[in-house]
C-alpha cells in the first residue's frame, strides 16, 4: 500500500499563485507515476497533470497549460504542484494520486492510490 498526504490548499484571489505539495509513504518503490487531480461539485474528477517518477517526462491538462508546474524530488516520494493566474474555474477539491503502470497518463484509472484531498477555493 502505499499512503498520499497532500497539503498547501487554501484560498486566493484570481491570479494568484498556489503550491500543493504531496507525500507519499509505504511502498513507493511499486509506483511510477504521480498525478494532481481535481473535482469541483458537481463535475467528474480531472486530471491536472502527472510526473513519471523514473524519468523527466510530465504533461499538463490544456486548461492548466503553460501556467502550471509540477515538480518531484529525486526519490519520487514528494510531488509539487505550482500553479499561477488562478481563476474561479480552478476552485476544486484537488487529489494527489499515485500509479503503478509505467504509462503516465491523465486518466483516473490509471491510478490506484489517492490522497484525501485538500480544497482550493479561487475568489473573483
Known amino acids: 500500500q502505499v499512503q498520499l498526504a497532500e497539503s498547501g490548499g487554501g484560498s486566493v484571489q484570481t491570479g494568484g499563485s498556489l503550491r500543493l505539495s504531496c507525500e507519499a509513504s509505504?511502498?513507493?518503490?511499486?509506483?511510477?507515476?504521480m498525478a494532481w487531480f481535481r473535482q469541483a461539485p458537481g463535475k467528474e474528477r480531472e486530471g491536472v497533470a502527472v510526473v513519471s517518477t523514473i524519468t523527466d517526462y510530465t504533461r499538463y491538462a490544456d486548461d492548466v497549460a503553460g501556467r502550471s508546474t509540477i515538480s518531484r524530488d529525486n526519490s519520487g516520494n514528494s510531488v509539487t504542484l505550482e500553479m499561477n493566474s488562478l481563476k474561479p474555474g480552478d476552485s476544486a477539491m484537488y487529489y494527489c494520486?499515485?500509479?503503478?503502470?509505467?504509462?503516465?497518463?491523465?486518466?483516473?484509472?490509471?491510478?490506484?492510490?489517492w490522497g484525501q484531498g485538500t480544497q482550493v477555493t479561487v475568489s473573483s
Open positions: 509505504g511502498r513507493t518503490s511499486t509506483t511510477f507515476c
Open positions: 494520486a499515485a500509479g503503478v503502470g509505467r504509462y503516465c497518463t491523465l486518466n483516473v484509472e490509471g491510478f490506484r492510490f
